[in-house]
């Protein structure tokens, strides 16, 4: 059973006047409905509310307490005369009528298993009457800017249409004991709209502790309509104002106050999804989907490394589906889950008050290549292992490149410096600026004819798509074979490793050729054939 009671403009004196009465009737309720009372009790909201607001003791979930400036001098409050619609009421330093004098504030929210629920509560000082009414009223504000003073007070957020105010007033004297919620909205130049929670079943409940200094409240937000289904409710602060108790909640006078706090209080989030490269080159970009299902918060979007993008107004509960769409074979990609829950692949988030955060990385995968040059089939790769060879000896050279690494790769360079012309047509099955897929490999196959010593070395270089470059480069050796001069047996000289094998494309066979007038001929007789008789 419900009784909505609504007014859609600011109460009247006529409205105040008849609020006495509806007292007693909302109290009557409350004591059949066991809404709102300050009677001890262990049960709680509907909607599987995780706070207890009517047991007059702070709830276990509270959070926090947020104090209030020093008690005294130090302290601070409005100016006499302000009033809730004011936008920025003077406020002012020094000490506050013991009545209204508060210490700490707590606010927290959670989703319960189908709504969502507000908690807040209040300690105030001990005062020599302890019995009159507690008025005081919870600011909830979309915009957590605070205007400096001047313009403003440098307290109260800049308001916000839809930001609400909710009231909590508890007469000592009345007949029944009962704590009467109501929750305004501002439309842009007063609060109106009131609504009294206590005649909305199940939308509240509240309690004041025996000695009167602490009290309490929570709120379903959807039963409360503060929450609506289909539209995203997002509060950034809350704060808190003791008021007069002689007036009702908006024409009364404001007393004390406890500045802002940061609190999210939401029916919708958001998910930040983030990007990390390793490996990649300046200005690689991914693209990403959210999916959220039954929802019209879907989105698609393109990151760079150290960028990230956020969705917001996703209502809270929504599964979204984060995904990096074709990263490519080049990359490897992880991700984490607000920090966590390390993995890869699509990731599955559901949206609470806290928000989600999905962090992509993309590792560029190793890259590598290889050359292996040979000489008549068979390496020679060292001046104790020289190819023997006859001046005019055909000699084969192959040159084999091989992609090691995990990515294609373009060939950049490819030289061998005994053949200035390399690779000729007909040489290689591809060369400079050809792909060279992850495993694959070419070889190239030419013919010199031997004209003497010789080392030479052939090179390759080539890139990744992020332009990470790799080269390797290789070497073999040929020595002519002796030859037998009048009987005598000249030994050709080795050649020598003269130059530093680095693979530099710039050699060729004039730095290479061993000049054996410069050298030297190596003689050694062998042998004398023998004379003939006479």
Known sequence: MSFPFRIRRKPSRTFRHSFSALLVIVALIASFAGLATVSPANATLSGGSPFNGINGELDGNAGPAHPDLPEGSGDNSYKGGAKEDDLCPTVEDGSVQDKGDLTNFYVATAKGTTDTFLYLAFDRIETASQNGTVALNFELNKSAVIQPAPPCN??????????KLISFEFHGGDAFDVVVISVYTWDGDEWGDVRLLNTILG???????????????????????????????????????????SADALNSELKDLIAPVPQHVANCGAVTVSKTVTGGKAGDKFDFTVDCPGTDNDAAFSLKAGESETVVDIPLGAECVVTETDPGS????????????????????VIDPDNESVEFTNAAKPNGITLDKKVNGADHATIGEALIARTLDDLTYTVTVTNTGEVPLKITA???????????????????????????????????????????????????????????????FVAPAPVEVLGIVLEQPAPLAVLPRTGSPARDMALLAFGLAGLGLGLRRMSRRPQNAA
């Open 154 to 163: 440098g307290v109260n957020p800049d308001r916000t249409e839809g930001d």
């Open 414 to 476: 490819l030289a061998d410096s005994l053949y200035t012309g390399f690779p000729a047509a007909g040489d290689c099955p591809q060369g400079v600026g050809s792909p060279l897929a992850a495993g694959a490999s070419f070889t190239c196959t030419y013919h010199v004819s031997m004209a003497g010593a010789a080392n030479n070395v052939a090179k390759v270089i080539a890139v990744d798509q992020s332009n990470r470059e790799v080269s390797d480069d290789d070497q073999t």
């Open 330 to 349: 080049f990359w490897t990609v992880t991700r984490t889950i607000n920090a966590a829950s390390p993995g890869s692949g699509p990731a599955t988030v």
């Open 203 to 245: 939308a509240s409940e509240g309690s004041i502790s025996e000695d009167r200094m602490f009290g309490e409240m929570a709120i379903n937000l959807e039963k409360a309509g503060i929450f609506e289904a289909g539209r995203c409710d997002n509060f950034a602060s809350v704060f808190v104002k003791g008021r007069s108790s």
